[in-house]
Nanobody, 118 residues
Framework: VQLQASGGGLVQTGGSLRLSCAASGGVFSTYPMSWYRQAPGEQRDLVATVTSDGTTTYADSVKGRFTIPRDNAKSTLYLEMNSLKPEDTAVYYC?????????????WGQGTLVTVSS
């Protein structure tokens, strides 16, 4: 059971990126999923969350620029990032619970680096 994050890279200020987080080995659709980010020397902060029915919440710093859709049929979480700023530079981690048989556990993706150049 794992979460596999991808899609990071180098982008200029004002650009866009889409991160993906593929879940495997467990049931994905039932639980909220989130993206976090951690800048160098900083704590890991919550960026956005989407519930199983699609309700979303966002950190104030990304409201209006980021969206967090999920595709339950593909067991994949996304983070669509627009109007990127240098302060968005961080390692981005997906997070959520997956169920395999009768066990529910919390998992973290391995992180994907987003670098926004000024």
């Amino acid at each position: 059971v794992q979460l596999q994050a991808s899609g990071g890279g180098l982008v200029q200020t004002g650009g866009s990126l889409r991160l993906s987080c593929a879940a495997s080995g467990g049931v994905f659709s039932t639980y909220p999923m989130s993206w976090y980010r951690q800048a160098p020397g900083e704590q890991r902060d919550l960026v956005a969350t989407v519930t199983s029915d699609g309700t979303t919440t966002y950190a104030d710093s990304v409201k209006g620029r980021f969206t967090i859709p999920r595709d339950n049929a593909k067991s994949t979480l996304y983070l669509e990032m627009n109007s990127l700023k240098p302060e968005d530079t961080a390692v981005y981690y997906c997070n959520g619970k997956l169920r395999r048989l009768f066990r529910v556990a919390e998992y973290w993706g391995q992180g994907t680096l987003v670098t926004v150049s000024s």
